[in-house]
């Protein structure tokens, strides 16, 4: 299983956008309540679609110029990337089914 991929300014374009697997990428920070509310289900899905997509965190804190080219405005932001582009997009916590349903969508 290979777990959450944790990403950072450095590794976004390589890891995101020149992904050959379509990419959920959640936008988060520490301090975000509702952010650590969806971490359960963000890692159970990137075990779940190992192999078939990718599962990222990205902390806004760390990273804000990646959180303000995506225009994200409140977290948790979850961005589905397919090619190098962004392809859909929630924000707050969501059910996992919801998840699955986008994420299916792409695989």
Known sequence: ??????VDRDSFES???????PVLVDFWAPWCGPCHMITPTIEKLADAYDGRAKVARLNVDDAP???GRYGIRSIPALLFFNGGEVVDHLVG??????LVEKLNGLV
């Not at 299983?1 to 944790?6: D, I, K, N, S, Y």
């Not at 890891?15 to 697997?21: A, G, H, N, V």
């Not at 916590?93 to 919801?98: M, R």
Request: proline share 5%.
């Open 93 to 98: 916590v969501q059910p996992e089914a919801v």
């Open 15 to 21: 890891e995101i956008l020149q992904s050959d697997l």
């Open 1 to 6: 299983m290979a777990g959450t991929l944790h």
């Open 65 to 67: 110029e990646l959180a």
